[in-house]
């Protein structure tokens, strides 16, 4: 395992410091509940400091030949890569996933550094012909200012990734303000931005008060973009502060994605793919599928599919080998889980398997709920209304496809959905229906770097990778010229 140096401190102007206060927070690993680092916590003047430090370096950095940014981010990729083992421990240990997906995690982020070092050869304006023989038209793109990121703590490298590589090659300089229960992963990542030789102040980290940090990012004139994944009432708060300074605002926020089980599908491939999305990052994860309607025909036999599937997974700290569930991300998130649970049993649900009774006295140090079926749900009841967040997976039935997209798109949210079905023709229609940025079709894992991500209705605004990622970050001017000796 390559061993990281990082500070772990604020990072702002290109350097590790404590704030101000010289108070700190304490980051613990949710398998366990040991302390692992205590990190300075910040507020309104460490923001401050960090979103001038930023201003700074923005005219220098946006006049950088796109090319020349795109090699700084050739070079944070290949240190992506090179540090993977320690990265990846050092992400289990704060966040709790299992190994295996915690590396794939960091090849995940790595690679959107790589997309947008490429992208940024590509970053063209265009010219559009005029009818009059004299003017001349053209479209530049330039860069927004600098840019506020604020990630997760589920996914804190990969969504971190998705931002800064796209405002960093579009010439923006940018403020992370990771979450409190992940800030480790980020300030490693902003070592590895200076051994990288990336200038001082084009990349700052933030962590600690999120409602002073956060009214600085949205009341500083300096910040031309901001760029949100985190709940929906989080994102409503922030885009109501930025919409008082008119600040451009990217937002991925919650989801409620159907999982549609065809009565033609191949059952053995859906059931395997439902236990990988609805398991992964331990069930913490926006895109994953929150309610599983299945063709009533096939109801039991899929169920019974899954029963086999659950009983051979492991529960246990992400760094054992064996673990294919680690915790969730507190105590506070198994409550909440236990609770949504509770009452679906109170209504009618039935428990198959799991439930948090079923938790190993050997765990109880830790914040695990067992990975939980749950079938006779319905669509009124919380567990199929609300995101889940944890490892439950719920069971709806249903006969028609019309009901089952009318029913699937009964909620207030549009982020991902998945169907699954032999049929190609008939499967790509009812996700032509569906009502999500992102469908998948006998496809758990439709994200790529070269797509774009977003949601529709309350699941957020803009987009995430692909050639539109960097847009978010980008102001087109037009400039037309009159010559009159033409």
């Given at each position: 395992m390559n061993t990281l140096t990082y500070p772990a401190q604020l990072w702002i102007d290109g350097r590790g410091c404590d704030a101000d206060t010289g108070v700190t927070f304490p980051v613990t690993n949710p398998a366990n509940g040991e302390v692992l680092a205590e990190v300075p916590r910040g507020g309104a003047l460490e923001a401050t400091t960090a979103v001038e430090a930023a201003e700074r370096a923005l005219p220098?950095?946006?006049?950088?030949?796109?090319?020349?940014?795109?090699?700084?981010?050739?070079?944070?990729?290949s240190l992506l890569l090179e540090h993977r083992e320690?990265?990846?421990?050092?992400?289990?240990?704060?966040?709790?996933k299992p190994l295996a997906q915690a590396r794939a995690e960091v090849d995940y982020a790595a690679s959107f550094y790589l997309w947008y070092a490429e992208e940024a050869r590509r970053m063209y304006g265009r010219s559009i012909p005029h009818a009059d023989p004299g003017k001349h038209t053209w479209v530049e793109y330039h860069p927004v200012g600098v840019v506020a990121a604020i990630t997760p703590w589920?996914?804190?490298?990969?969504?971190?990734?998705?931002?800064?590589?796209?405002?960093?090659?579009?010439?923006?300089?940018?403020?992370?303000?990771?979450?409190?229960?992940?800030?480790?992963?980020?300030?490693?990542?902003?070592w590895i931005t200076a051994q990288a030789a990336l200038?001082?102040?084009?990349?700052?980290?933030?962590?600690?008060?999120?409602?002073?940090?956060g009214q600085v990012l949205t009341e500083h004139p300096a910040i031309g973009a901001i760029s949100l994944t985190g709940s929906t009432e989080t994102g409503a708060e922030i885009m109501a502060a930025a919409g008082r300074h008119i600040k451009r605002c990217s937002m991925e926020l919650g989801g409620n994605a159907p999982f549609i089980v065809l009565a033609d599908a191949d059952l053995e491939?859906?059931?395997?793919?439902?236990?990988?999305?609805?398991?992964?990052?331990?069930?913490?994860?926006?895109?994953?599928?929150?309610?599983?309607f299945v063709q009533q025909d096939i109801l039991e036999r899929f169920t019974e599919m899954l029963l086999t599937r659950l009983r051979g997974l492991t529960l246990g700290n992400g760094l054992d080998p064996d673990t294919t569930i680690g915790p969730l991300i507190s105590r506070q998130a198994v409550a909440t889980v236990a609770e949504l649970v509770d009452d679906a049993l109170a209504h009618?649900?039935?428990?198959?398997h799991g439930g948090l009774d079923a938790l190993p006295a050997s765990l109880s140090d830790g914040s695990y709920y067992p990975p939980t079926l749950l079938t006779w749900v319905t669509d009124h009841l919380r567990i199929a209304r609300e995101e889940i967040f944890g490892p439950v997976i719920s069971l709806l039935s249903f006969?028609?496809?019309?009901?089952?997209?009318?029913?699937?798109n009964a909620t207030e949210y549009g982020l991902a959905a998945y169907v699954y079905g032999r049929d190609i023709h008939r499967a790509t229609r009812l996700a032509r229906r569906l009502e999500a940025?992102?469908?998948?079709?006998?496809?758990?894992?439709?994200?790529?770097?070269?797509?774009?991500?977003?949601?529709?209705?309350?699941?957020?605004?803009?987009?995430?990778?692909?050639?539109e990622g960097w847009l978010e970050f980008m102001e087109p001017r037009v400039i037309s010229v009159y010559d009159p000796e033409e």
């Open positions: 220098l950095w946006a006049a950088t030949p796109a090319p020349k940014r795109g090699e700084y981010l050739k070079r944070i990729y320690g990265l990846a421990h050092l992400l289990t240990a704060e966040q709790g589920n996914f804190p490298l990969a969504q971190g990734a998705k931002k800064i590589a796209a405002a960093l090659a579009a010439g923006c300089p940018v403020v992370l303000k990771p979450a409190s229960h992940t800030p480790l992963i980020s300030l490693a990542f902003a200038p001082p102040g084009v990349f700052n980290v933030v962590c600690g008060d999120a409602r002073a940090i491939h859906a059931a395997d793919d439902l236990i990988r999305i609805k398991f992964m990052s331990n069930g913490q994860m926006c895109v994953t599928a929150n309610r599983v009618g649900a039935v428990l198959l006969v028609t496809d019309d009901e089952v997209i009318r029913r699937a940025g992102i469908v998948g079709v006998n496809d758990m894992r439709p994200l790529r770097t070269e797509v774009p991500f977003g949601g529709v209705k309350l699941s957020g605004v803009g987009h995430e990778g692909g050639s």
